[in-house]
């Protein structure tokens, strides 16, 4: 298999820290992926009644595939970690690598000790900083909600562009909810970075 992160970085920014999950911070995940906000604006859950089932333990699958992370080349796994208190609040991932096409999928999940703090945005910006700088990625795509605005707008700020809606495509509690694409090319990027 080829390798797009060979090595894990540590990535440090003003309010967060991007690392390799420690086993501190896989514990911090239990609670973190029970939160009912999170599991409903990530789409984990099409209703109510799944979210209220969520537990903040981490069953022992689950604690595996955090404790492999950095063995996987083909995918970027960090843990966001709040500055001022060297907690994690949550994960930033960067997955579904395509090697002929020079593409992958971003995804990113914070807590609600890391809700409201710029956490998801810088924690963004660094992340797509880091990959145009150090691979050969030329697109980075992800969806979200659109009953996530306050993600969408961190992507927008780090320079996601809208690509279409994939209309009705997800369903909670018996409401359909469109599903917004959006994307960051390296010229994009560099545009972006250069200031134009």
Sequence with gaps: ??????TKPTITGSL???RPFTEADIECMGPILADPELIKLTGSANTTE?????VPALDERTLEWYRTREEQTD???????????DQCVGEAVLNAWSPADRSCNYRILIGP????????SEATSLVIDYAFENTNLNRISLDVLAFNPRARRAYEKA????EG???EAFRFDGEYIDDVLMAILRSDWKRKSSGD
């Design 16 to 18: 967060v820290q991007l």
């Design 1 to 6: 298999m080829d390798s797009l992160f060979p």
């Design 159 to 162: 320079g996601f562009g809208y």
């Design 113 to 120: 000790e890391g809700r409201g703090r710029g956490f998801g």
């Design 75 to 85: 995918r970027l796994d960090l843990a966001i970690i709040d500055l001022s208190n």
């Design 50 to 54: 799944e979210i209220k089932k969520a």
């Design 165 to 167: 809606t994939s209309r």
